[in-house]
């Protein structure tokens, strides 16, 4: 297993991978076709995550998401939750 750390606003300057995770999957990976997807963070991120791993062969049931949600996101995607 590889684990990328990926950073979308580094507060210093760094060597490692910067951008959205999403776009690091999309960049990284062409089949996850049996794969697992644990991710969890804000909503838009999950949206954006969500879509890609599913393009690229992820089953749904395969993706679980821990949505953090402060309370105008929660009115804004309460859809997340019920879904969760």
């Known amino acids: 297993m590889t684990v990328t750390p990926v950073l979308s606003t580094p507060s ?4 490692g991978r910067t951008g959205f995770v ?10 996850l076709d049996g794969w697992s997807c644990y991710t969890a963070g804000p909503p838009a991120m999950i949206e954006a995550l969500q879509e890609v791993v599913l ?6 049931h ?4 821990d949505v953090f949600l402060t309370p105008d996101a929660t009115a804004m995607h309460g859809d997340l939750v019920a879904a969760g």
Do not use: E, K, M, Y
């Not at 210093?12 to 060597?15: D, F, G, M, V």
């Not at 393009?55 to 749904?60: D, N």
């Not at 395969?62 to 998401?65: G, K, P, Y």
């Open 12 to 15: 210093a300057p760094t060597s």
């Open 22 to 31: 999403h776009a690091a999957v999309r960049t990284d990976q062409t089949d």
């Open 55 to 60: 393009v690229l062969g992820l089953r749904r």
């Open 62 to 65: 395969d993706l679980h998401a």
